[in-house]
């Protein structure tokens, strides 16, 4: 019984900690900026612009080859998610392996956004997670 009680407070405490480090976006505006994202395969840079347009940047890791590609995006405030309307490169596919034909299928995109310890940051979900780069707007 002692355990359950222990096991419940830190399940308690950890609760509150990430309700304090987690925090949802108040407005679509924390959300203009460029963002960077690192993962195996590449590395991209992403920006968002007021207007609602976006540019990618994505560089392979392996052959320094660069695409980019430029679309439409909204902030869907209800659910926390950015939604890119058209012209997102998926670089990742669903095993998180490199996705050949990423810059020629472009489509649309979903991504969660949320901020941590002061830190906007978007996707994850996918192996893809961008954080946005304070140094720059």
């Not at 490199?98 to 996918?126: C, E, T």
């Amino acid at each position: 019984m002692q355990n359950r009680g222990s096991f419940a407070r830190i399940s308690i405490i950890l609760f509150l900690i990430l309700s304090v480090v987690a925090c949802k976006l108040k407005d679509q505006s924390e959300l203009y900026g460029t963002y960077i994202a690192d993962y195996d395969v590449a590395m991209e840079k992403l920006t968002l612009n007021k207007n609602g347009t976006f540019i990618q940047e994505v560089t392979l890791k392996e052959t320094l080859k660069v695409d980019t590609t430029k679309g439409t995006w909204f902030y869907e405030s209800k659910f926390g998610y950015v939604v890119f309307r058209d012209n997102f490169m998926s670089v990742l596919n669903g095993f998180q392996e490199l996705n050949p034909d990423y810059s020629q299928k472009l489509g649309s995109a979903s991504l969660p956004a949320d901020k941590y310890f002061g830190i906007v940051m978007i996707g994850g979900g996918g192996g893809v997670l961008y954080k946005k780069d304070i140094g720059v707007e």
